[in-house]
């Protein structure tokens, strides 16, 4: 029996450091005698190009991020209304939910909801930072996060455009100083920057 393997999607760390950066790419496995089509998410060391953890999920891969030290992975599949992350030292095939949008109020108006969907997400080169946007919805999700020793989100505030803008690209400058610089792309053509500024966090080792 033969199975056809098609890759769907590749997602890489982009940030190299003293662990050796991950690779994570989803494949779709296509079998000849069923109708039946699983994706299987894979992460590989590349030093070694061992794998590390492999299951299979519902739906691709739609939008993923890397922590700076390449060791954790925020990740949305175009199926669940949640956010995934897996860890390169995780001693399970399993990922764990970081964050649930199945509907989330607004944090500025009482009447506005928010969530669905995860069209894109981008992660600051320092950890700190975490920018979600949605299919179905107007506003643009902003995280609070901590990534050693475990992984926390902790919701900081949401954005909207102009009337009838959508956020359609968003993307972090790769260093700015004093905390980070936010691009945001608004369905109208217009550019706009975030910046946001901080302290480093003091994490455990």
């Known amino acids: 029996m033969k199975t056809n393997i098609r890759q769907r999607i590749m997602l890489t760390g982009s940030h190299a450091s003293s662990h050796a950066m991950l690779h994570m790419a989803a494949f779709r496995f296509n079998t000849t005698t069923s109708d039946v089509n699983d994706y299987v998410r894979t992460i590989w060391e590349t030093r070694a190009w061992s794998v590390e953890i492999c299951y299979v999920m519902d739906g691709h891969i739609q939008a993923a991020a890397w922590s700076p030290c390449g060791t954790k992975g925020i990740f949305a599949d175009s199926v669940h209304l949640i956010l995934d992350c897996v860890g390169k030292s995780s001693s399970t095939k399993a990922s764990t939910v970081v964050a649930d949008f199945t509907e989330t109020q607004s944090l500025t108006e009482e009447t506005e909801r928010f969530g669905g969907l995860v069209q894109d997400l981008v992660w600051d080169s320092r ?36 009337l009838d803008e959508v956020a359609t690209t968003i993307q972090f ?20 920057h975030v910046p946001f500024y901080f302290l480093p966090q003091q994490l455990e080792t």
């Open 173 to 192: 400058k790769p260093d700015f100083e004093n905390g980070s610089l936010l691009t945001v792309g608004w369905s109208s053509g217009r550019i706009q």
């Open 127 to 162: 950890g700190e930072r975490l920018v979600v946007i949605f299919r179905t919805s107007d506003y643009v999700a902003l995280f609070r996060t901590r990534y050693s020793p475990t992984l926390s989100l902790f919701p900081c505030g949401v954005m909207k455009g102009e």
